[in-house]
């Protein structure tokens, strides 16, 4: 998505990320949250098909869709045997 910039006047300027078909004239600002209107700009566009594209994107939807997980993720070391599964040279090693 591509970034745009918008200007409160008590707070100045900040960047948000809309769709390009529905980025709106006015916002919220972030940090007063009152009326923000946008600046006329460049759209933020760069190579966004890239995978560090798709990779900000995906990290900037968690804040505000976080994934709903069924367990706690799991805690703790892993296995002996995984850790040997993991790097084959480990099974080489001379074991106690
Ligand atoms: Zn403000």
């Not at 560090?52 to 900037?60: F, S």
């Not at 703790?76 to 106690?96: E, F, I, K, N, Y």
């Amino acid at each position: 998505m591509p970034t745009y910039q918008f200007r409160c006047l008590t707070c100045g300027d900040f960047d948000r990320t809309y769709p390009i078909a529905s980025v709106p004239d006015h916002t919220r600002c972030v940090e007063c949250d009152s009326s923000a209107r946008r600046v006329m700009t460049a759209a933020g566009l760069s190579s966004g098909n890239s995978q560090a594209m798709r990779l900000l994107d995906a990290t900037a939807r968690t804040a505000s869709e976080p994934r709903v997980v069924s367990s706690p993720p799991r805690s703790g070391r892993p296995s002996p045997r995984a850790v040997r599964a993991a790097d084959p040279r480990l099974s080489t090693l001379p074991r106690p």
